[in-house]
């Protein structure tokens, strides 16, 4: 009998590297209190990292001082947060290469028919990021494809995955399915071997790294230049602790890079459940969950209607493991880089399409399955090219949840204007001429529009109620924020240290809730 092995997204443990907070500025005088403090022995307090583009300094704390500094930077004006500096873990297995080849999932989804249909199987122009434990950029079957990255772990040029008990590879495989070559015998292709990858270190060998060096890495991407991020990893931890990660998501959104996350491995409802960075909700954002060879969920997937976007392949995912190995790993981090390869690839055709607007046509075009998402489907890359080389005609977002009296702008892809639009169900929601729904009661809708051509094209579900989200966190819609990030919520993460802080500042705005 077949063993596959599960290898879970990499997730943000439960403890932060001891002593150690990312510390937010909002100006030069709170970066100079905070530098002033690290040299003040009697606070024991040392600065140990600055990253300027997020306006973000690392600090230790000596846990004798700790809600005592703590306080006081909280307290300061120029000082917007303070968080722990978390810690990441791999979690992965031996691996089984007796599959090898067996690329069950470049099948289910048409690969090879939506290269032919496109002509080409991706411009090497269209960069994918791929932030992980670092990639084998040697191996025989990605080194054409691969650009020079950075290591964020150990500060230098050097990207290398270096495997460990806990760590087979997991950003050599998830680089593979992105892109590998499929021009060696005996070897594998992914989603987008056309494309070119920058593979971006930030865990160590042993699957262990920590959130200052992630961000960072998503700084650089962004300052690269890169079109999409692959991300399989994540942090169950509350929003406002997720601070930081969500505001360097949102400055991609803001360049226009696609961010592509994994939904986590718990069997979970991420409605119910805070994981970040899948749970973000920006316009930029696709959320994965995975799918096995049968169109079911893995029990091990977590799941979503208003935050999980999508299923995609992840289980017995075969793809390239460093010293041009092969061998097939399961979960949402396999589901991940498949979807972020299919990204590149429509972006490869059309460079202008947004990330909600991709989002929309991987929806609108996916195969349906009975996986909890906001569009039930799982991707189909021929019907998503076709659909864009034959500019058809979409309204985005595609889906979506709102609460009661929540409201959701559409707006059209490929079409004439001016539009029509109509709601399927009004008790449920309206929409205006502007394309503007807005929720009236619990219930599910659809939305079409006709253009001025009299073409037509519909949402899926647009859901209203009381959906179960994340405490703080009105999902609005898959891909758009609730409230900003932070939400009035201990910082800290640690409900007994914010208790003995508010003691010391009873002020702070944290204390009053």
Known sequence: MKRTILLSAL????????GEFLVKYTNTNGLNFINNLGVEKSIGMQVMDHNPTASLVKVDIAKSKEAQTLAELLATPGIEYVVPNFKLKAFSAPVNAAALRDQWAINKVQAEKAWKRAGNRGNKNVIVAVIDTGVDYKHESLAPNMLQGYNFKDKN??????TSFQNPGHGTHCAGVVGATGLIDGGTIGMAPGISIMPLRFLDEKGSGDLNDGIKAIDYAIEKGV?????????????STAQPLLEAIKRADDKGIIFVSAAANDGKNNDSTEVYPANNGYPNSITVAASGPSDAKPSWSNYGTAMVHLASPGEGIVSTLPKNKYGDLSGTSMATPLVAGLVAFLKSQDSSLTGSQIRAILQTTGAKVSIQTACNCRIDAFNAVDAVLSKKM???????????????????LNGKAPFKYASSNS????????????????GKTSITVTDADGK????????????????????????QPGQP???????IGDASLCQIICQIKPDLPFCKQ
């Open 456 to 479: 037509t094209a519909s949402t899926l579900d647009i859901n209203v109620g009381k959906s179960q989200s994340p405490p703080g966190n009105d999902p609005g819609n898959p891909g």
């Open 227 to 239: 079109h999409v991020i692959s991300a399989s990893w994540g942090a169950s931890v509350p929003r």
């Open 427 to 442: 008790s449920t929601a309206t929409v205006s001429d502007a394309g503007v729904v807005t929720a009236v009661g619990n």
């Open 485 to 491: 990030p932070g939400d009035g919520s201990c910082p």
């Open 394 to 412: 979409f309204v985005v977002p595609a889906a979506g949840t709102l609460s009661p009296q929540g409201t959701l702008n559409l707006s059209v």
């Open 157 to 162: 040029n050097d990207p290398m995955d270096k």
């Open 11 to 18: 997730l943000f443990g439960s403890q932060a590297f001891a």
